[in-house]
Nanobody, 122 residues
């Protein structure tokens, strides 16, 4: 079992920046079984949108088109934490942001955090 907790959300003006954190906790062997972590968001009335993922072994990853060049995903293995640095924020980035974890040998993100609200004003 893996428990994910997001933090760092808040309100910011357009053009500003925020850094979200996602801390993973659980049994040691469960944490070691995480192969990838990702960020998603969901705005009211819209479907959940993929933002970025990072492979915890290789460090490789990818980004959704809407955030490419503005958002950066990174990890701190010692802290079991993944970050999402968000720059040049736009009002359309307003949403609840979620992190998720994918376990070794699986193809879906089985564990999700509770979400953190990001509001960008114009």
């Amino acid at each position: 079992q893996v428990h994910l907790v997001e933090s760092g959300g808040g309100s910011v003006q357009a053009g500003g920046s925020l850094r979200l954190s996602c801390a993973a906790s659980g049994r040691t062997f469960s944490i070691l079984d995480i192969v990838a972590m990702a960020w998603f968001r969901q705005a009211p009335g819209k479907e959940r949108e993929f933002l970025a993922f990072i492979n915890l072994s290789s460090g490789s990853g990818s980004y959704g088109d809407s955030v490419k060049g503005r958002f950066t995903i990174s990890r701190d293995d010692a802290e079991n934490t993944v970050y999402l640095q968000m720059n040049s924020l736009k009002p359309e980035d307003t949403a609840v942001y979620y992190c998720a974890a994918k376990m070794t040998g699986t193809s879906v993100y089985a564990y999700w955090g509770q979400g953190t609200q990001v509001t960008v004003s114009s």
